[in-house]
């Protein structure tokens, strides 16, 4: 009786054997792949870090104007001749046409 439970146990535990150990290989993959993620997450990270800091010097007025002046645009109290341009005044409203829909418009 005991022998027969023996030969039945050995096959059982050599394919619990073999399960556990496609398991563990299973999980050693995963864990390669989550290390190559989380080295691939801060390379990205500092590349961001680095591209925010190259961001800085180009952002703002001051930049635009740093780079205007560089490729041979001049400011406006600096330029020989400049125009100011108003916007029109506002039309004369239309003689009331005896009825209808009214609409006023703001001319800014």
């Known amino acids: 009786m005991i022998r027969r439970m023996l ?3 050995v096959p059982a535990y050599l394919v619990l054997a073999l399960v556990l150990a496609a398991l563990g290989a299973q999980n050693q993959r995963l864990l390669a792949e989550e290390l190559a993620l989380i080295d ?6 500092r590349e961001g870090i680095a591209l925010r800091a190259e961001a800085t010097a ?11 002046q560089e490729h041979g645009m001049v400011p406006a109290p600096e ?5 100011h341009v ?3 005044p506002a039309p004369e409203p239309a003689p009331d ?3 209808g829909v009214e609409v006023r418009t703001v001319w800014r």
């Open 40 to 45: 691939e997450r801060e390379r990205i990270r």
């Open 58 to 68: 180009v952002q703002g007025p001051l930049a635009v104007a740093r780079w205007a």
């Open 97 to 99: 046409a005896g009825g």
């Open 79 to 83: 330029a020989e001749t400049s125009e």
């Open 7 to 9: 030969l039945r146990a």
């Open 86 to 88: 108003l916007a029109l």
